[in-house]
């Protein structure tokens, strides 16, 4: 059973916007994390607002709510371009992102063709850590001018700083943020000299979000992650394990003394198989055992897990250190990655001081 600390929901949506209120910039919340309509209304004041989506999925669930103005951050394919066509046709301010010639050459043609009138962002490279077009490159300006051409309109440019989450501190997350809005800017300076006027400029992660300290030239962020946190973001400093909002209840089903074991009934396919705190300075491995209050329980971790049982021991790996938690005993598990845990569920059973508010189903699928 998955459940959501409405609250510390609530305040880490809170802290991400007084975050960003200085500078001036729109939030465009990812979305991709929560899969959840009441979760995500409550980024905004009125309930709706502009987001961003990993999958043409969300974007007809979101839109069918009435979310209108949505980003499709992942490189568009030409399968796909049929299908946002029929969302600009049905009313939504859909915008695209590409980063190569040969997507630009294809979704140009499939524009003559349709006679769609398509949106683009370019898509730009600000570490290395996976897409984009170098922020210095002409190859910005001969995709701009071949999509132009054809009526397709390039709005923006857009990065994200992956490499940020690999950080050992919080001054290594400060230099990606720096780098990550210098890359966007320059980018867009470029484009700007060859005659193209952009409205959108958009970086986005959680951590550079919540700690950059210029955000000049930029107009819009995107985060997603920041509204539950996990352990990879405490792991960075960017939260505290008290912020993580989402957490998987497990039952105590059995347990093997003499190797310092404790069994419960919630293996990978209630966690995830995520280790992403396994490259951080503490291994949390599959997440950390809480109380049912969420308060951690010694250094009690999942070491281990097989498809519906977790294996609950000492991080230390000292048995002495296990405490005897009855069959029964109920615990929490906080995630290492949010998005990968969320995953596995069908929605959130919500709490706020401990007290059970209700279901907020999720959806998946592409």
Not at 92 to 107: G, H, P, Q, Y
Not at 300 to 329: D, W
């Amino acid at each position: 059973m998955l459940l959501l600390d409405r609250d510390r929901l609530d305040g880490n949506i809170l802290r991400m916007r007084e975050k960003l209120a200085p500078f001036n910039v729109t939030l465009r919340p990812h979305v991709k994390t929560n899969k959840c309509l009441e979760v995500t209304e409550r980024f905004f004041a009125d309930g709706r607002g502009p987001i961003t989506v990993s999958t043409l999925r969300e974007a007809d669930f979101f839109f069918a709510a009435g979310f209108t103005d949505i980003l499709y951050a992942v490189g568009i394919s030409p399968n796909k371009f049929a299908h946002a066509a029929r969302l600009l046709e049905q009313g939504a301010d859909l915008k695209l992102v590409l980063d190569n010639i040969e997507s630009a050459r294809l979704l140009a043609e499939f524009a003559c063709s349709s006679g769609q009138a398509f949106e683009v962002l370019l898509e730009v490279d600000c570490d290395g850590h996976r897409s984009g077009i170098a922020p210095q490159s002409t190859l910005l300006v001969e995709i701009a001018h071949l999509l132009s051409h054809s009526g397709v309109r390039v709005s923006g440019v857009m990065t994200h700083a992956g490499n940020s989450y690999d950080s050992r501190s919080i001054a290594e997350i400060e230099a990606y943020a720096r780098q990550e809005r210098a890359a966007v800017v320059e980018a867009a300076q470029l484009l700007n000299e060859a005659g193209f006027d952009l409205s959108i400029i958009s970086i986005g992660s959680t951590p550079t979000a919540l700690f950059t300290q210029d955000l000049s030239g930029i107009t819009e962020v995107r985060a997603g992650v920041f509204a539950f946190f996990d352990l990879v973001m405490a792991g960075l400093g960017v939260c505290d394990v008290q912020d993580i909002a989402v957490s998987v209840l497990t039952t105590v089903i059995g347990h093997q003394p003499e190797k310092g074991w404790i069994i419960v009934d919630a293996g990978w396919m209630a966690l995830s198989r995520d280790r992403g705190t396994a490259k951080q300075r503490v291994d949390q491995g599959y997440g950390i055992v809480c109380d049912l209050s969420g308060q951690p329980i010694g250094d009690l971790i999942v070491t281990a897990v097989n498809q519906e049982h977790g294996i609950i021991s000492s991080r230390s790996g000292n048995p002495e250190a296990v405490l005897v938690l009855p069959v029964g005993t109920q615990l929490r598990i906080l995630p290492n990655h949010a998005c990968a845990t969320a995953a596995q569920h069908s929605g959130y059973h919500v709490l706020t001081e401990g007290r059970h508010l209700g279901y907020w189903p999720r959806f998946a699928g592409w």
